[in-house]
């Protein structure tokens, strides 16, 4: 699949769900598990890479280099986040045209000051709508061909109100933005608010974030509101957090990993999933 293939999902039924993932063995299991996309979390790099918050910490060549090693391995539909474009529009070409060269196949840039804060994070700051016009146009100018989508962000809701953020939102669209992502929408209201002025406009994209801003909420529920897109960038991250607590507390008790072990795969199951079989069956082909 391709950038295409995500743009004709987008415009569905159905409503496009993309997991988080932040390496390649979290893209493989989510592809494995039949999601037809995947959303490459800035934040969640942030948190197993460096074990940090969401503060704009990850660099562009962080971004990149885990997203060379993701799309060796799927061929899935990947929109990754570029935060800011790591600088002015400038960077947002280089940053675009990096990730397009390493997989890309959408590319979310916000609107927010740098350095950034994750989305539901309090005391956010955005910089003028114009210069994320312009770096919206940048980057569509430096993409390599339509098939690489543009998704524009928004941050303004906390800062600066919903009117405010859903009239940035109509700029970004007059720019050429191909997806609307309005972050942190805080009610059900405000989410009805988006919806009245965008729906079947432009594809919109909702984040579910487990504790945060927005009302959690199904697919089904969301592709019914009329989002195009929806994405659970940090439960991964949330769910694995939790399951290694839990593993590393019962080995220091019981000195042993056999208490959990129906919660693991064993090291034949480990290996036919990451295709140890195939590889080495491979190697075999070129051995003299």
Known sequence: MSGSDLRALLAGPPIVVAPGIYDALTAL??????FKALYLSGASIAYTRFGR????LVGMDEVAETLMAIRERVGTPIVVDADTGFGNALNVQRTVKRFARAGADA??????TFPKRCGHLDEKRVVPAAEMVGKIKAALDARPSADVLVVARTDAVGPEGLPAAL?????????GADVLFI??????????AAMRRFRDRIPLLANMVEGGKTPMKSAAELQAL??????????TVRFLARGLADYYASLAQHGTTAPMRDRMLDFDGLNALIGTPEMLALGK???G
Request: glycine share 10%; charged share 30%; hydrophobic share 40%.
């Open 167 to 175: 009239d940035r939102a109509e700029a970004y669209r007059d720019a």
């Open 29 to 34: 299991l989510a592809s494995h598990a039949g």
């Open 226 to 235: 009329g989002f195009s897109l929806a994405i659970f960038p940090g439960g």
């Open 285 to 287: 082909k070129y051995e």
């Open 53 to 56: 918050p969401d503060l704009g």
């Open 107 to 112: 590319i979310q840039l916000e609107d927010q």
């Open 183 to 192: 972050e942190a929408l805080r009610s059900d209201a405000e989410i009805a």
